[in-house]
Structures are given as C-alpha cells and as structure tokens.
C-alpha cells in the first residue's frame, strides 16, 4: 500500500502552548506504516498559507495545522477546493472548529486521530470573496474581534475584558438582509453568519450549525440591556442561544446585508475594513477535512472558561429578577434599574478578572 504524504505545518509562536515537544510527538505517535511526513515552521504572518498551498501542490494528502485557530484558517484558506485535506492539531485558546468537530485538544490525541484517516468533504463559507469556517459576522462581535487583535495581548480574559468595557457604549445598527426568500430590515447588536456552532472556547452562537447541511445559519442579535446581555451570555455557553427572546435565526444558501457605511467585519475573528454591501454563501463539501469518525459518542467536559462565565452568569441572571421584582413593588423603576445595573457590571469585571486566572 502506498503511504499518504502528509504535511504539518507547525506555528511555533501561535496559541498559548510550547511547542517545542510537538515534533517528536509526531514522530512517536503517527503511523509510519500509513504516512511518510515531514514538518515545516512558519515564519511570518500569512506563511502558513504560502506552505499549505506549496504542499496541495506537491501532492500532500493531508495538511496539518499545528497552532491556534489563525494558523488552521490561513491553513484551510490554501486549501479549499483541492484534493488535499486539512488535519488539526489544536493548540490555542478558542480552538472554535477543533471543537466543533469535536476532535481531541491534546497533541497526543490530535495525532493519534489522524492515524484514523477519516476524511469527509466539508462546507465552508465566504463572506464577499474570503473564506471562512466557523463564522463570519458584523456589529459587536466584529467591533470586538477588532479591539482584540490590537489589544497587545492574546488570551480569553483580553476578549472578556473588552466585551465588558465596549458592551456598554456600542450602538446597534440597522441591517437590510436580502436572501432567497425575500428581503428584511432589523436594528442588530450583530449579525453572525455560521458554517459552524461556535466562536471558540464552547461558546455556541449557533448551536445547531453544521457543516455539513450545505447551509448557513444567520443570527440577529437585538439590541438588549446590560442585564440581559448576562441571559444571552449564560444561554451562550449552554448551547441554548436560539432559544433566547433576543435572537432571530434563519437557515440559507446566499444572503446579501446592506448597512448604512462601511465598516468592520470578522471572518473566522479576523477584522478587516469592508464595504456597506456584502456577499456571503456557503460553498458546499468544499474542503476535505480529517474528522473524528468517534465524535458522536463524545462528550466534552466543560472548559473553566464555560464553568466560570456559568457560575457568574447564573448569578446575575437572579440578581436581574430580584431587581425586577424590587422595581415592581416600590414603583422607583428608573433610579433602581440604573442603579442595580451599575453595581452588577462592576461586579461582573471583578469576579471575572479574579477567577479567570488562566
């Protein structure tokens, strides 16, 4: 039989692990009686793209991503409509479509995964030209996707930090959607487009996305106050987000979104500048991709990034009905609202920044 050719392309600098240890897992772990395999470094951003698509070139059956999820996207980007598939071994702090192909997040599993050689053709989406996996998106969660690739530092308390900071001011904006079935206008906190179930680190923005449905799913999030923003965070995290009074979903093949002026947008977290008008489709079983052919027999535990924003969020979710209930019975609706609303943001930031201690 003759062995697969198989290529890892290692981002010694990406995620939040040493990497230093990885190759000679490789070594010990990989079937050399399936593959012959060779590793290559990045060196530089968007390197990981040059080297993915010099390997499809060559032959290479496979392409493994070694690095966090701006490494596996460059990686996928290279390799969309070929014959070679991408493999993953995860090794940032989201991990968004490791997870939600619920493949292992050691090394050790990640490799020992690709012995299995399960490869199924994926759907993948494209928001006015640029590729995307898990989700693209425009409002908050792009502003947001902005402030964190300029913050200086990488790391889930960074992004919490600044969901609490910028929550609070930003504005919603009015979206014009056009998709196959006519055309809508909605005033939107965001707009999230999902080939997949999640931003990364469990959390769900569309719990039923799949990959494999040759659709997209369209979340609206509407404009809601600070208190409930901890419902939608809660409801986030336990995969119950479609369910939540603030979100309206849709499932399509090809959506057109006007907005008043241009602005940022994310694909897959990346921010980039575009046009008031954009394109997104779904283009189906367009990326070979190793899957986990044990997935649906796996549970994964909670990540204490999920454990805590539970714990937390659970906590204000009661407060908001105490302070609902308060306002009720003494008739001081604005004055305890506002009030009530302060002290529990302030308390959120605290006990975030206290047991986020990763």
């Known amino acids: 039989m003759q062995k697969k050719k198989i290529v890892f ?18 070594d010990t772990v990989l079937d050399k009686e399936k593959f012959e395999y060779s590793i290559v470094k990045t060196e530089r951003a968007g390197h990981a ?35 070679t598939a991408l493999g993953i071994v995860p090794c940032g702090s989201g991990n968004g479509l490791a997870r939600h192909l619920m493949l292992p997040l050691s090394v050790k599993g990640a490799i020992e995964l690709l012995n299995t050689c399960e490869i199924h053709d994926l759907d993948y989406g494209c928001i006015n030209g640029m ?15 902005m402030k964190f690739a300029h913050a200086g530092k990488r790391g889930p308390i960074t992004y919490v930090e600044n969901v609490l900071r910028e929550g609070l001011k930003y504005k919603p904006e009015t979206y014009t959607i056009e998709d196959e079935t006519g055309t809508r206008e909605y005033k939107a906190f965001l707009i999230s487009i999902a080939n997949a179930s999640q931003y990364g680190n469990d959390a769900y923005i569309a719990p039923q996305a799949s990959m494999r449905d040759g659709l997209m799913d369209v ?20 995969k119950t987000l479609d369910k939540n009074s603030k979100i309206k979903t849709f499932r399509s093949k090809h959506i057109h979104v006007h907005r008043s002026q241009p602005g940022v947008i994310h694909y897959d977290g990346d921010p980039i500048m575009a046009d ?59 004055a305890a609202d506002i009030s009530a609303q302060t002290k529990k943001v302030q308390k959120i930031s605290r006990q975030i920044q206290e047991k986020l201690n990763f």
């Open 131 to 145: 590729p995307f996996f898990c989700t693209c998106g425009m409002g908050f969660d792009a502003f947001i996707s």
């Open 9 to 26: 392309i290692l981002n010694p600098i990406s995620g939040v692990a040493n990497k230093a240890g990885i190759p000679h897992v490789i």
């Open 276 to 334: 008031a008008d954009l394109d997104i489709i779904i283009r189906e079983k367009g990326i070979k991709v190793v899957v986990n052919p044990f997935a649906d027999k796996k549970k994964r535990r909670p990540t204490k990034m999920q454990s805590v924003f539970s714990e937390i969020l659970s906590t204000v979710h009661d407060a908001r009905v105490e302070v609902l209930d308060a306002v009720k019975e003494t008739g001081e609706a604005v």
């Open 219 to 238: 979340i609206i999030m509407e404009p809601f106050d600070v208190l409930e923003a901890a419902q939608v965070s809660l409801d986030m995290f336990n």
């Open 49 to 83: 793209s040059e080297l993915a698509r010099a390997a499809a070139a060559d032959g290479a059956d496979i392409v493994v991503a070694v690095g966090g999820d701006g490494t596996v996207n460059e990686v996928a980007r290279a390799i969309c409509d070929t014959d």
